[in-house]
């Protein structure tokens, strides 16, 4: 039986949540006129007011002591040294190290070298095609880049493109392929010109199915031009040099960087296209400064450790299934799904890292949408529905943009819901004591954006830390993925299927008869 | 207090609940060799499989049982005869007439004539845009439309504009702009040429704040373009009037239907401008089809019922917060969103239609992204996760390119997901047992796509109709737009602000002090 629920600081929080039963955060408000102050972090030009929660002093004291019994510190200097905290697959979770400028021995060898070359190379490339000296066949500059990748090799890339848009002026538009349903590819490819596209195929195994079908579909597209279009970002060098790479074009992934933790390494070399490799720098700096924020800052005055102190007391302690992630930034957009694998994949967890089945939640539910678009939407049942949705409320003071009047609209609503969700109205209904976080940053740049991407990470992994669980493997994947290898050459034929339950049997046949339907 | 809870059919069912702890849906299709049939239903060439839930015969029993006792039959009738079902604001919910050719009275007046002649305008108009024969200033012809609107007047279009993007060959371009951050706008405006652009702005009242700053803004950027540029979709001819629109340009929004259901109005006039016309009318009659299904079929034989109490069953018996939508189609990118909107705005309610607090949960968490992209994120968590997310896969049996073998590839995924979530192996740390529903239709089409989301919407009434709750107001978005409204001048100047509690004030101070740092 994993220890958790047994240890003292956990007996202590139990204890405390009844105690906090009838807590009002409103009147909390007016009993302690610090309480802004108190319950909230600045870092850098980064504001994390948690103030807004189902907590007091004492509820922060017995999360603090939690996470000190759960070994929090220690697991965070084995992160940082390149301990292998990836047990089940016996590797270190080095996406720090892709950041920072100090050697770092894994298995002996300094990886340092490896992690600058790797960067040098990236800038030669990047500065070579956004100058246009690396051009696309027969001497045309690159327009078009297309990142094909899928999960980790994908959302942190596509997501970072999106959000510093206003930092691409200059270089080739970015696309990224990355569901096998061909619709996606051929949306892509629609309009772009292969002999002004480079292509990157980002596959750690290089054998990821998805990845692979739709870099074929396109190297088909590519034609004859497709020689001098291809990039490969993988571990494997011998299968991206099959496929048709030239050894310079082959960028490491390497085996101590987990897929949702890798857009540090070269599999952000869409990201570095698009925005130049000054502004990829800064995004590295901006995770890197979160880093040293989290290794030096004591727990009290840590935002990752409090964004992960808190998630746990509403996921365990309050039943909260979920937590909702709210920009108010359009070019956040990704940034919900983006953390739903960050968070889901590394926290969907039910044995311990010792193979102990857990008996307490682990990993909550993630998911949002920007606002004000979610104000009309789902915001209904966040202010007058029956379940507790703690939420992050993110944005940025200044905007890219001269629309300043426009932009105090978006944060006056931004502002306005944390308000109303904590207040409520219970005439009209609306019975507030609703928590919520908000993170406020100067301006949405490359380096604010690496320092909310990071303290994202280091919540992760605080959480699991205090778990037991192993927050960089994804045992669960694998089951359908062979079900799936398996099950495609049946697909093939017109015969029915009878070797699965039933109901499994009863869509596949559906499927036989109906996919030809001339519709 | 309401009643639902002591009622005899929901006390059969929390008994029922106990007996089924030990539910194991391997053994109970070893059981039944009939299990798939026994629990599937078609309708047309869509194929509702619902046997991989933790259900079997007498829980279906109870569950229809539970369904007459609470009038849905009753209820549905009213929906459909145009009575006052959205007590709360004193109106009927008519999105069903939108799609109907039968007369039906409202408040003693006909509105079929209202519903043929709008649809005969936006042929009108649609035809004359596809053809050239509406033109954009200077004569030139319409290339891009742009429609802005937000929540109800935006979430639907959208979905069925990129769902339905294989039809709008010889079309115009269609593009979306919602959030009040400017940032959309002006991403969607880059490139666009005012002379050959057509805006539509959606609102019912013609006051919602984030779509009437969009609309100045667009207006601005039209220039003299704007005279023969702008269409409206309201309720409030006056002030589109006044706003710059032609009477001819102005098409009606009712107040009989509600935003979330208007997607059948003439807020899919971007739809119809997309994909012409005639797509546009099979679109209503998919959805019209699923009406005449949801009135005419036995519960037993009817697939929003039983989504609906399937729903309800892991709602209220098993306590999932949550549920999932997973269409295997990227073309359905936004379903999950949609899906939000439609459920979490209809459900996330605490009172009953008397203003009784309810004292069982309402609607749930919906949430989601397309596979496969999604099995390489947060599917650890829904094969080895603590947490029960009931799902629902979505996908089509015959793609829209010619890519058969990729398809194949897609739908083994979408078969083997649901095989394994249910069947686990327990030896490798998968427990299974976990349930799903699997919705396939032949192609996704204009025909099959308004089967679908009709199908959502009635469940969606099912489920409030139990529940005892009004599915078609929501008084929940008021508060926070309200203080909004407030708050909006007192950012304006440079004075700190001290109104409000203190954490506000000081996420408002800090945005004063940082909104100009000239980074």
């Known amino acids: ?73 220690n697991e965070m200097q084995r992160l940082f040294r390149g301990d292998k905290v990836n047990a089940s697959e016996n590797r270190p979770a080095l996406h720090t190290a892709l950041r920072d400028d100090r050697p770092l021995l894994v298995d002996g060898v300094d990886i340092l070298p490896q992690v600058e070359a790797t960067l040098a190379r990236m800038r030669a490339f990047t500065d070579g095609v956004r100058a246009g000296a690396i051009t696309g066949s027969g001497g045309k500059k690159i327009a078009d880049v297309i990142h094909i990748g899928i999960g980790g090799s994908h959302l942190g890339p596509a997501l970072v493109t999106r959000a510093l848009a206003p930092y691409s002026t200059g270089g080739p538009r970015v696309h990224y392929i990355s569901n096998v349903d061909a619709a996606a590819a051929y949306t892509v490819l629609a309009g772009l010109d292969p002999a002004a596209t480079l292509v990157i195929v980002a596959s750690k195994t290089f054998t990821t199915i998805e990845t692979l079908t739709n870099a074929r579909l396109v190297r088909d597209w590519l034609g004859s031009a497709a020689e001098g279009a291809l990039v490969a970002v993988t571990a494997n060098t011998r299968l991206a040099a099959e496929f048709g790479n030239a ?77 909702a992630v709210l920009p108010y930034d359009e070019s956040l957009a990704l940034l919900p799904a983006f953390l739903q694998q960050l968070d889901m994949e590394s926290s969907g967890k039910r044995v311990t890292r010792d193979g ?125 993925k062979r079900l799936a290898a398996r099950m495609l050459p049946e697909l093939e034929n017109g015969d029915p299927v009878a070797a699965y339950d039933a109901s499994t049997n009863g869509l596949i046949n559906f499927y036989k008869a109906h996919r030809d339907s001339g519709n």
Chains 1, 2 share one sequence.
């Open 247 to 323: 050894e310079e074009r082959i960028f490491p992934f390497w085996d101590w960087v987990g897929g949702r933790y890798s857009l540090w390494s070269a599999v952000g070399l869409p990201v570095a296209l698009g925005v130049g490799m000054d502004n990829f720098d800064k995004l590295l700096q901006g995770a890197h400064d979160m880093d040293a924020h989290f290794r030096d800052a004591p727990f009290e005055h840590s935002m990752p450790v409090v964004l992960a102190l808190l998630g746990i007391w509403y996921n365990n302690f309050f039943g909260a299934a979920s937590y």
């Open 1 to 73: 039986m994993p220890t958790l629920a047994l240890s003292p600081a956990w007996q202590a929080l139990k204890a405390h949540r009844l105690a906090m039963a009838g807590a009002d955060m409103v009147k909390m408000f007016a009993a302690d006129p610090q309480r802004f102050e108190n319950f909230s972090l600045r870092h850098d030009c980064m504001l994390l007011d948690y103030s807004k929660n189902l907590v007091d002093a004492e509820t922060m004291r017995l999360l603090m002591a939690l996470a000190r019994e759960r070994g929090v510190g």
């Open 356 to 480: 102990e089945p857990v008996d307490y939640d682990t990993g909550a539910i993630v998911w949002g949408a920007p606002g004000t678009d979610a104000q009309h939407s789902f915001f209904q049942l966040l202010h007058q529905g029956t379940r507790l949705v703690p939420a992050d409320f993110i944005a940025a003071c200044e905007p890219h943009h001269a629309a300043h009047a426009q932009h105090a609209i978006l944060l006056a609503n931004y502002f306005a819901q944390t308000a109303a969700l904590m207040n409520g109205a219970p005439q009209d209904g609306f019975p507030g004591n609703r928590p919520s976080n908000s993170i406020l940053v100067e301006k949405l740049t490359p380096r604010t954006l690496g320092l909310l991407l990071a303290l994202y990470e280091h919540k992760v992994f605080v959480q699991n830390t205090i778990w037991g669980t192993n927050a960089f493997d994804q045992p669960g994947v694998e089951l359908g």
